[in-house]
C-alpha cells in the first residue's frame, strides 16, 4: 500500500471504496460526507475486529482507499463499485462468513426517508449514535444525519444515557436491557429504534413501565436495515408471507447484489426472502418467529426457539439464554436450554424449567437438556451466535 496520506489531499471518484476501520465518532460523519458527494462506495469496517479477520474481510472487499486511524491510504490492487453503489455492508456473520452487501444511493436514500417519515422525525429532531458504524444499523443512524440534515450526538456504545436534547436514537436489546437493570431515564426519547436481534413483549412491556418509547424494527442489511417498525411496513415498503411463512419484503431499499458479484437472490417477481418465518395478527401486524433453519422438529412438533426463549427469560432464575436444537436418537431433535444464571450459585434445575415453559406454551416445547454458562456467544450487534453453541454440551443435565 502507499503512503498516509491527509484527509486535505484526498480526491475521490465515482466508483472508489472507501474501506473505514475507525471506532465511532465525529470522523464518520466527515468520511461518509466525502465520499457521498463524490459519489463513492463506503465500506465499514468494524475495528474491533482481530488483525487476521479485519485482513481476510479486507481481502474478499478490495477497496480503493483505506482509512485507519493511521491515516488516508490508496489502495492500488483495489477493485471500484458500480456507479450507482453508496455502501458496502458485512451482513452479521451470526451463522456464517459475512456477505457484503452493496446497497444503491437510491436504496440508502429512500430507507432514510422512509424512516424519518415513519417517526414523525424533522430536520431539527436530533439523534444519537451509539452502534458501531460498522454495521447497518449504526451507520444509517450517521446517514439520517448526513441526508436528512439532523443532528447527530455521538456516544459511547457501553451505557445509554438520558435523551438530553436528542429524542431519536437506536439501539440493540442488550443495551437497552441494561440501562433498564441500571435505571437510565429513558423518558426524554421519542422513539428507541430496537433492532439487531428482536425485541420480546417482556422487554417491551418494561421498557414501557420505564416510560421508555421502544420501537421494534425488523429487517436485514439486504434491506437496508429496519423497514418494518412495530410490524407495519414504512412507507414505499411491502411484505408478504410464502406458502411456508417466509417472510418476503418488496420496495425501494434492497439491495443491488453482492460484492462478490452474485445477484440480490429476490424472487421472478422482485421480493426479498428474508429466512425468517412470521405470521400475521389480529391487528394486521408482522410477528416474528425466528428463523426458518432454526425451527425444531422435535418427536414431530414444531418448536420455535425464540417462543421458548421469551418464556425461560420470564423465569427469575434466568438472566440470559439461547434455544439450540441438537441430534436425539429418540425424538429426532431435543430442545436445548443454554443458560446464564441470575445467580451462578444457584441455577435453575432442568425439571423447574420444564414445568414454566410447560405452563405457558405446553410441554411439548420445554427444553430435554439444559446447559448452564456463564455468558453466551455474541456478535458485536448483541446476536447470538447460535452455530457456536451446538458444538458444546459438557455438563448438561438430560431429561
Given at each position: 500500500?502507499?503512503?498516509?496520506?491527509?484527509?486535505?489531499e484526498?480526491?475521490?471518484?465515482?466508483?472508489?471504496?472507501?474501506?473505514?476501520?475507525?471506532?465511532?465518532?465525529?470522523?464518520?460523519?466527515?468520511?461518509?460526507?466525502?465520499?457521498?458527494?463524490?459519489?463513492?462506495?463506503?465500506l465499514?469496517?468494524?475495528?474491533?475486529?482481530?488483525?487476521?479477520?479485519?485482513?481476510?474481510?479486507?481481502?474478499?472487499?478490495?477497496?480503493?482507499?483505506?482509512?485507519?486511524?493511521?491515516?488516508?491510504?490508496?489502495?492500488?490492487?483495489?477493485?471500484?463499485?458500480?456507479?450507482?453503489v453508496a455502501?458496502?455492508?458485512?451482513?452479521?456473520?451470526?451463522?456464517?462468513?459475512?456477505?457484503?452487501?452493496?446497497?444503491?444511493?437510491?436504496?440508502?436514500?429512500?430507507?432514510?426517508?422512509?424512516?424519518?417519515?415513519g417517526?414523525g422525525?424533522?430536520?431539527?429532531?436530533?439523534?444519537?449514535?451509539?452502534?458501531?458504524?460498522?454495521?447497518?444499523?449504526?451507520?444509517?443512524?450517521?446517514?439520517?444525519?448526513?441526508?436528512?440534515?439532523?443532528?447527530?450526538?455521538?456516544?459511547?456504545?457501553?451505557?445509554?444515557?438520558?435523551?438530553g436534547?436528542?429524542?431519536?436514537?437506536?439501539?440493540?436489546?442488550?443495551?437497552?436491557?441494561?440501562?433498564?437493570?441500571?435505571?437510565?431515564?429513558?423518558?426524554?426519547?421519542?422513539?428507541?429504534?430496537?433492532?439487531?436481534?428482536?425485541?420480546?413483549?417482556g422487554?417491551?412491556?418494561?421498557?414501557?413501565?420505564?416510560?421508555?418509547?421502544?420501537?421494534?424494527?425488523?429487517?436485514?442489511?439486504?434491506?437496508?436495515?429496519?423497514?418494518?417498525?412495530?410490524?407495519?411496513?414504512?412507507?414505499?415498503?411491502?411484505?408478504?408471507?410464502?406458502?411456508?411463512?417466509?417472510?418476503?419484503?418488496?420496495?425501494?431499499?434492497?439491495?443491488?447484489?453482492?460484492?462478490?458479484?452474485?445477484?440480490?437472490?429476490?424472487?421472478?417477481?422482485?421480493?426479498?426472502?428474508?429466512?425468517?418465518?412470521?405470521w400475521i395478527?389480529?391487528?394486521?401486524r408482522?410477528?416474528?418467529?425466528?428463523?426458518?433453519?432454526?425451527?425444531?422438529?422435535?418427536?414431530?412438533?414444531?418448536?420455535?426457539?425464540?417462543?421458548?426463549?421469551?418464556?425461560?427469560?420470564?423465569?427469575?432464575?434466568?438472566?440470559?439464554?439461547?434455544?439450540?436444537?441438537?441430534?436425539?436418537?429418540?425424538?429426532?431433535?431435543?430442545?436445548?436450554?443454554?443458560?446464564?444464571?441470575?445467580?451462578?450459585?444457584?441455577?435453575?434445575?432442568?425439571?423447574?424449567?420444564?414445568?414454566?415453559?410447560?405452563?405457558?406454551?405446553?410441554?411439548?416445547?420445554?427444553?430435554?437438556e439444559l446447559?448452564?454458562?456463564?455468558?453466551?456467544?455474541?456478535?458485536?450487534?448483541?446476536?447470538?451466535?447460535?452455530?457456536?453453541?451446538?458444538?458444546?454440551?459438557?455438563?448438561?443435565?438430560h431429561?
Amino acid at each position: 500500500m502507499s503512503r498516509p496520506i491527509a484527509t486535505a489531499e484526498v480526491r475521490l471518484a465515482r466508483g472508489n471504496v472507501v474501506a473505514v476501520q475507525l471506532p465511532p465518532g465525529e470522523a464518520w460523519r466527515e468520511i461518509a460526507a466525502k465520499a457521498w458527494s463524490a459519489e463513492a462506495a463506503l465500506l465499514p469496517v468494524d475495528d474491533r475486529l482481530p488483525g487476521p479477520a479485519a485482513r481476510a474481510l479486507l481481502t474478499r472487499a478490495e477497496p480503493t482507499v483505506l482509512v485507519t486511524p493511521e491515516g488516508w491510504r490508496r489502495v492500488p490492487e483495489g477493485r471500484p463499485a458500480g456507479a450507482s453503489v453508496a455502501l458496502i455492508v458485512a451482513t452479521s456473520g451470526s451463522s456464517g462468513r459475512p456477505r457484503l452487501v452493496e446497497l444503491a444511493r437510491s436504496a440508502v436514500e429512500a430507507a432514510v426517508a422512509a424512516s424519518l417519515r415513519g417517526l414523525g422525525a424533522g430536520a431539527g429532531d436530533g439523534w444519537v449514535s451509539c452502534l458501531p458504524p460498522a454495521h447497518v444499523g449504526g451507520l444509517l443512524v450517521v446517514l439520517r444525519g448526513l441526508l436528512g440534515g439532523v443532528p447527530l450526538a455521538f456516544r459511547s456504545p457501553g451505557r445509554l444515557e438520558p435523551a438530553g436534547e436528542f429524542p431519536f436514537i437506536s439501539v440493540v436489546p442488550t443495551q437497552l436491557v441494561r440501562a433498564l437493570d441500571a435505571g437510565v431515564d429513558l423518558r426524554g426519547y421519542r422513539a428507541m429504534l430496537v433492532g439487531g436481534g428482536g425485541m420480546d413483549e417482556g422487554l417491551r412491556r418494561r421498557a414501557a413501565a420505564a416510560g421508555a418509547m421502544p420501537v421494534a424494527t425488523y429487517g436485514m442489511t439486504q434491506s437496508c436495515g429496519g423497514v418494518v417498525y412495530d410490524g407495519v411496513p414504512l412507507p414505499g415498503v411491502s411484505l408478504r408471507l410464502s406458502d411456508a411463512g417466509e417472510i418476503q419484503l418488496a420496495g425501494p431499499t434492497l439491495l443491488r447484489g453482492y460484492r462478490d458479484g452474485t445477484g440480490a437472490g429476490l424472487t421472478a417477481d422482485g421480493w426479498l426472502p428474508t429466512g425468517d418465518a412470521g405470521w400475521i395478527d389480529a391487528g394486521g401486524r408482522l410477528r416474528l418467529r425466528g428463523r426458518l433453519d432454526e425451527l425444531i422438529v422435535t418427536g414431530g412438533e414444531k418448536v420455535w426457539p425464540a417462543e421458548v426463549e421469551a418464556v425461560l427469560r420470564s423465569h427469575p432464575s434466568v438472566a440470559e439464554c439461547a434455544v439450540i436444537g441438537r441430534d436425539d436418537p429418540t425424538w429426532g431433535r431435543r430442545v436445548v436450554a443454554v443458560v446464564v444464571p441470575r445467580d451462578p450459585a444457584a441455577p435453575p434445575t432442568l425439571e423447574t424449567l420444564r414445568d414454566h415453559v410447560g405452563s405457558v406454551i405446553g410441554r411439548h416445547q420445554a427444553p430435554r437438556e439444559l446447559e448452564v454458562v456463564e455468558s453466551l456467544p455474541r456478535t458485536a450487534l448483541g446476536k447470538v451466535r447460535r452455530g457456536a453453541l451446538h458444538g458444546r454440551g459438557g455438563g448438561a443435565a438430560h431429561g
